[in-house]
């Protein structure tokens, strides 16, 4: 019904949540347990069984419910035992059996991202049917193994980004310059709400932290969109910065996809322009990880990992930067030269 009513240049949303709450129909956790038990119907009862009590425990259900997954983390952890659980299946009667060897047996011919969800996923589910007293022992505990190392990060080319704004409309514009001014990441910029932004104080305040002063460029295309916002929607309830057609009559915020969406005619992604705001930075700190982490608020890692990429801390960068279109100001913010 969704398909269809996008197919046709409406708006699904709304009328998804109205049917949903009518009882019309049905609601996204029941599809995810349909489609559990699919999965789970080619494997034998016992092993099924087992494996329910741990798909259970991801949806936060049973005697010591947790925090619940989302759907697509539990679909992606089922989706990637589901060869080995197979393979079980056919040579034992219950995961009791299932031995230390027969776990790190199964990552032979799996590598990088793959192989490290299906260690995490092991783990998981294994430590969960032992939490539960369905298994004696872990047998996934002994099996250690490292997160794949992430790829480098590139710099964008300084053609790409000269004269962005000029080929965007809001809010658009705000979204390049969230992410590659203030190096916000999507979700970040998705979750911002209208109470986090003082446009008169020229502040912004991200994930209920410490307000953060905003570039003269980035405040006026702030206070731009507002006023977008207030003509488009004027009787919208809905509490957050960036609202889009869909959200408008509700109160959920906009997705990632909307945001890649809405700088893609820049043939750019925001998370690029994060990566690249954070390598710029490092650049011009001297690879000093304390001055990224004041500024953005990032973990301690990631920090480190962007002033490893930049080479031997301290080495004279100045004409390398001074061409690169969003370049470190006297204040301290990163000011976006409109073109």
Not at 36 to 59: K, N, S
Request: aromatic residues 4%; glycine residues 8%; hydrophobic residues 40%.
């Amino acid at each position: 019904m969704r398909g269809f009513l996008i197919s046709r240049r409406l708006r699904a949303l709304r009328a998804v949540e109205f049917l949903t709450d009518q009882g019309l129909a049905r609601d996204p956790q029941d599809v995810l347990a349909e489609w559990i038990t699919a999965r789970l119907a080619a494997l034998p009862a016992p092993v099924a069984a087992e494996v329910r009590i741990w798909a259970d425990a991801l949806q936060g259900r049973g005697s010591r419910a947790g925090h619940p997954r989302s759907r697509r983390t539990i679909q992606g952890y089922l989706r990637v035992l589901q060869p080995p659980l197979a393979e079980w299946a056919a040579r034992y009667a219950s995961l009791r059996q299932v031995t230390t060897e027969d776990v790190t047996g199964q990552f032979d011919t799996l590598t990088g991202a793959t192989r490290h969800l299906a260690l995490v996923a092991m783990r998981s589910l294994f430590g969960t049917l032992k939490a539960r007293r369905v298994l004696f022992t872990n047998p996934a505990g002994p099996v250690t193994g490292r997160r794949p190392q992430p790829p480098p990060v590139l710099a964008l080319d300084p053609a790409r980004l000269a004269g962005i704004l000029r080929r965007l409309r809001e809010p658009a514009e705000l979204i390049v310059l969230l992410a590659g001014v203030h190096a916000l990441r999507p979700s970040q910029i998705c979750a911002l709400t209208l109470d986090d932004a003082d446009p008169a104080a020229g502040t912004l305040t991200i994930g209920g932290g410490r307000a953060r002063p905003l570039d003269q460029l980035t405040a006026g295309h702030l206070r731009t969109w507002l006023q977008v916002r207030r003509d488009r929607w004027p009787a919208t309830a809905n509490p957050h910065l960036l609202i889009n057609q869909s959200t408008a009559g509700g109160t959920r915020p906009v997705t990632r996809s909307y945001l890649q969406a809405s700088v893609r005619r820049a043939g750019i992604t925001a998370q690029d322009l994060r990566a690249d705001r954070l390598l710029a930075q490092a650049h011009a700190s001297g690879g000093d990880p304390l001055q990224l982490t004041r500024l953005f608020g990032i973990s301690d890692p990631t920090a480190i990992r962007y002033c490893a990429e930049i080479g031997v801390p301290g080495q004279d960068r100045d004409n390398e930067m001074a061409q690169h279109p969003w370049v470190p100001r006297n204040s301290g913010v990163l000011e976006a030269a409109g073109g």
